[in-house]
């Protein structure tokens, strides 16, 4: 005998014919009025909560799946569409709950087996959706959707092949099934067959024109086979039809940070935050952009707010750990990319950082072990055996560092990190030739400022061959102040090569160095220049010339001060009575190699009890010693310092220029005046290793570090030196 339907059972069933049509507003009429007359009508219930559910409005749909639920707790599907609201709101503990009580019913529910492996794919649990999505396709073999979800998380595990089989399941299928196209690109990007990515992006943006990951993955394959100008142009056509695409935001600074366009990347990547403020690796990646750029505060607030939305993301971590180590807040750093390893051990960058941090821990054996252990997990790295190199040339070790530095050359001959260091490698002990010639590969490391400063002016190199007699040539300053302080002297050397000689400056140099021998027009940065026939920048000067340590040009002094700056500065000192010592103890705080080489000012303290008049050179001061500055004996004359004219004019009142590595230094050598200059243990190339005195400056003595960060030591060798000056 049949069931006899009520009034509701028939209003249910108009509401569901409806709602099946996609007449929504109508369905949910005819269910209100079912509930009218039967407030608890399960079905009834349980379809208000989909339709809600299907409408967005989560709320509608958690309280009336809950009250289904509390009418008859024993039908599968409706555990199965709880868990799915809880997905779509992020309750991902609930979903999972509540996708184990559907599956306690029925065990062979492939909506939530499914549904199941969506969330734990989220919370990046693969093998635990793996086996969701594999037995969903045990029950349901035909399902696209779980061969598409399947081939994703398997590429998560890195298991290319099986992704691969997976994704081509999926499109025998269903040829023409938008995400498993866009899955089978993302599969042969990672197997590095970017050509054929493309082409699968391709297909799936030509047959979904609206499938914004396709198009976007289309323009990100574009920029991986670096036609930057067509992936730009991808990016526009994407933007221009959803200007709201925050990842298409993202991708195009990509392209432009690539670029060096970073002032342009920079407001890519925030408009991109702005349009999605609950995505971590947009965050990531505009902090990235803020280190390039200097600014380490914007940057770690950046890693600190992608942590506050994903606290277990190890690009986030790491980046947090780049940051504090650029701060020299080392343990904060060691703490971040070791979480990061323990989150993935996988994770190359943290592996290879935590390293670079224990050898800035001075922890040497350490970090050569952690570099062997990144070696043994991932393989010959070209980047690896360059940082190993580094910690080698750290203990003083040159055939060790040299040999580290080769085999990365020999891995990846095109990058430019391990030519570069081998390069300084050589010249700090000596190997000019080789030095030199290294030394080019500035031009190809980006992450030296000095790559930005190479000219695209059509004049060409001037490298020693070419005859100059009667030519122009600009010769231009590329790196700090202190290098154009040194290697403004060959400018002499080319104009005995017959040539005009144009020197281009930084602006605080141009009064000083306006009459320097050699230059017959001297600008400064930014100035117009006039038609030249050759240019060169000066840091290659000593490769044209082909300089070796017997052939370095070292005049006792090379720079001059003006008469009446001279005079100025002899009647504001007043009248000498004792001897005169310049100090300079710390220099530029962004300078990469600053907490190698400056020093505390109390660690001069020990010296202001001799009879001399000690005066700082400096114009600019830390924080941390101005109360100490201001207590002392030391001469402040940093008002009256306006550029380096003053400065060289203030030098030569001085009997000796005591000094850390800084262009002051330099400017003290250049002079000619008496310089004791202060070291670590593991100095600048220029200063060579070992020999107490510099083939660059004939006036220098040198005073190096006894051992790693002991200024102790130093200003006790000092300290003697300047008593015996002291009585003399």
Same mark, same amino acid.
């Given at each position: ?101 559907? @599956? ?24 635990? +959706? ?35 089989? /997976? ?11 938008? &995400? ?35 198009? !976007? ?28 695409? +925050? ?5 195009? +600074?990509?392209? @432009? ?12 990547? &925030? &408009? ?18 803020? !280190? ?12 600190d707010i992608a942590l506050a939305l994903d606290a277990a993301l190890p690009s986030a971590l790491n980046g947090r750990g780049i940051v504090l180590q650029r701060l020299r807040r080392l343990d904060e750093a060691m703490a971040c990319f070791e979480r990061a390893v323990d !989150? ?5 960058? /943290? ?55 080769? #085999? ?40 030296? /400022? ?84 050759? &240019? ?67 660690q001069l303290a020990r010296l202001f009890d001799l009879d001399c008049q000690f005066v700082s050179l400096q114009k600019e001061y830390r924080d941390a010693d101005r109360a100490l500055l201001d207590a002392s004996p030391v001469l402040r004359m940093d008002t009256y310092l ?15 220029? !005591? ?13 000619? #005046? ?19 005195? /510099? ?21 006790? +060798? ?11």
């Open positions: 005998m049949k069931n006899k339907q009520t009034p509701a059972d028939r209003l249910f069933a108009a509401g569901l014919a409806a709602h099946r049509k996609g007449q929504l507003a109508a369905a949910f009429a005819q269910y209100e009025a079912a509930l009218q007359r039967d407030a608890r009508h399960f079905d009834t219930l349980h379809h208000i909560g989909i339709l809600g559910y299907q409408n967005g409005d989560h709320e509608l749909a958690l309280q009336f799946i809950s009250e289904a639920i509390s009418v008859n707790p024993g039908v599968a599907s409706v555990y199965s569409n709880l868990g799915n609201i809880f997905k779509a709101i992020g309750e991902h503990a609930s979903a999972l709950q509540s996708y184990g009580q559907a @599956l306690a019913l029925s065990p062979g529910n492939v909506d939530a087996l499914y549904n199941r492996g969506n969330v734990l794919e989220h919370l990046r649990r693969y093998d635990e +959706a793996l086996a969701s999505y594999r037995r969903a396709l045990e029950l349901a073999p035909r399902d696209v959707a779980a061969w598409t979800n399947l081939a994703a998380v398997l590429l998560r595990l890195e298991r290319h092949d099986e992704a691969l089989a /997976s994704c081509e399941r999926a499109l025998a299928l269903a040829p023409a099934h938008a &995400q498993a196209m866009v899955n089978l690109g993302n599969i042969l990007v990672a197997q590095g067959r970017h050509e054929e990515a493309l082409a699968a992006y391709d297909r799936a943006r030509t047959r979904h024109p609206g499938h914004l990951e396709a198009r !976007i993955n289309h323009a990100k394959a574009l920029r991986m086979l670096s036609r930057f100008d067509d992936a730009l142009a991808a990016y526009d056509t994407i933007l221009a039809a959803a200007p709201d695409a +925050a990842e298409a935001w993202h991708g195009r +600074a990509n392209v @432009l940070r690539h670029l060096r366009r970073r002032a342009e990347a920079l407001g890519n990547y &925030q &408009q991109a935050v702005v349009l999605d403020a609950q995505a971590p690796v947009l965050r990531v990646s505009l902090g990235h952009l803020l !280190i390039e750029l200097g600014k380490l505060d914007g940057a770690l607030k950046c890693f !989150i993935d051990p996988d994770f190359t960058d /943290s592996l290879l950082n935590r390293a670079n941090v224990l050898q800035d821990l001075g922890r040497s054996e350490e970090a050569l072990a952690a570099y062997d252990a990144v070696l043994a997990q991932t393989g010959d790295s070209a980047a690896t055996w360059n940082n190993r190199g580094n910690v080698y040339e750290a203990m003083l070790r040159y055939e060790d560092a040299l040999a580290c530095f080769d #085999k990365a050359i020999a891995i990846q001959p095109g990058y430019a990190p391990p030519h570069w260091n081998r390069a300084l490698l050589n010249l700090q002990h000596g190997n000019l030739r080789d030095g030199w010639r290294g030394y080019e590969w500035r031009w190809n490391n980006e992450v030296l /400022s000095c790559y930005a400063e190479k000219r695209t002016t059509p004049e060409p190199v001037w490298d020693g061959r070419d005859a100059l007699e009667g030519k122009t040539i600009l010769l231009y300053a590329e790196q700090g102040l202190g290098d154009t302080l040194q290697f403004c002297r060959y400018a002499a050397l080319v104009k005995a090569r017959g040539a005009r000689v144009v020197l281009e400056v930084q602006a605080p140099l141009r009064a000083l160095l306006a009459k320097l021998e050699g230059a017959d027009l001297v600008v400064a940065k930014g100035e117009p220049l006039p038609a030249v026939d050759y &240019q060169c920048p000066l840091m290659s000067l000593p490769l044209a010339f082909g300089t070796e340590l017997h052939s370095i040009p070292a005049p006792h002094a090379y720079l001059a001060s003006d008469d009446t700056r001279l005079a100025q500065w002899e009647a504001r000192l007043g009248a000498r009575v004792r001897p005169r010592v310049g100090l300079v103890w710390s220099g530029n705080a962004q300078h990469a190699n600053d907490h190698n080489r400056s020093l505390p000012f109390a306006n550029d380096f004219a003053d400065t060289a004019a203030l030098c030569r009142q001085m009997d000796l220029v !005591i000094a850390v590595d800084t262009s002051v230094a330099h400017l003290a050598g250049a002079l000619g #005046k008496p310089l004791w200059l202060l070291l670590p243990q593991v100095a600048d190339w220029r200063w060579l290793t070992v020999r107490d005195d /510099s083939p660059w400056y004939a006036t220098a003595r040198l005073f190096r570090q006894p051992a790693k960060a002991d200024w102790n030591g130093v200003i006790d +060798a000092v300290r003697s030196e300047l008593e015996a000056l002291a009585r003399a």
